[in-house]
């Protein structure tokens, strides 16, 4: 059920897309923890079928659905966060700026991580010191996302949810919609399709 995002079956993201992108930071720690769990327990050596599975499971996240968090909160949120005229964006401008360059930074880190797991998978096994620069990297990827996420649900969606008005916020949601492959026009269809198969007989 595409449409769902954690918040229950009568949620969409024309009914709340602030609440994807809480739901994306959710998802996003459990594959950063996937592959620190199986890196910690593997120790660059041999994989089990089930550790191979979730590296393969996170590695698909990292590189289908968390870059479309990425462009969601780059080209949706934060251009119309910056357009807003108010005394509580004036030092938010500059916390975007940089929670962008965050995103750039993370990219970098994401891409060798890929290519060590990508290997450790085919090779099933890493050298000691590409193991070494795996585990450093994930670590810095787990310190960066755990700054990065306080940062945006303290400060930044918490501003977007008191001050975007819904008309916006229905443009973000449709954009969201779409950039999943989601047709904007059927979703509010669907989701009272999905409503009223959630009542009680």
């Known amino acids: 059920m595409s449409i769902q995002i954690g918040a229950g079956p009568t949620k969409s993201l024309l009914d709340d897309p602030m609440a994807l992108f809480y739901a994306c930071h959710r998802r996003v720690n459990f594959f950063l923890n996937t592959f620190l769990k199986v890196a910690q327990a593997a120790q660059g050596k041999s994989l089990t079928p089930e550790q191979q599975n979730a590296l393969k499971s996170a590695l698909r996240y990292f590189r289908e659905a968390a870059p479309l968090h990425t462009l969601d909160e780059e080209q949706s949120l934060f251009p119309r966060l910056q357009k807003i005229q108010s005394p509580k964006t004036k030092t938010l401008l500059s916390t975007l700026e940089t929670l962008k360059q965050g995103h750039r930074n993370a990219e970098d880190d994401h891409k060798k991580v890929n290519q060590w797991i990508e290997d450790w998978i085919d090779q099933d096994k890493l050298s000691a010191k590409t193991y070494l620069c795996l585990s450093e990297t994930l670590k810095r990827l787990s310190d960066f996302y755990e700054e990065h996420m306080?940062?945006?649900?303290?400060?930044?969606?918490?501003?977007?949810?008191?001050?975007?008005?819904?008309?916006?916020?229905?443009?973000?949601?449709?954009?969201?919609?779409?950039?999943?492959?989601?047709?904007?026009?059927t979703l509010k269809e669907v989701t009272a399709q999905l409503r009223q198969s959630s009542r009680p007989a």
């Open 150 to 185: 306080q940062i945006e649900e303290q400060a930044v969606f918490p501003i977007a949810k008191e001050m975007l008005p819904s008309s916006e916020m229905a443009i973000i949601g449709q954009e969201m919609a779409i950039r999943r492959g989601l047709d904007p026009r």
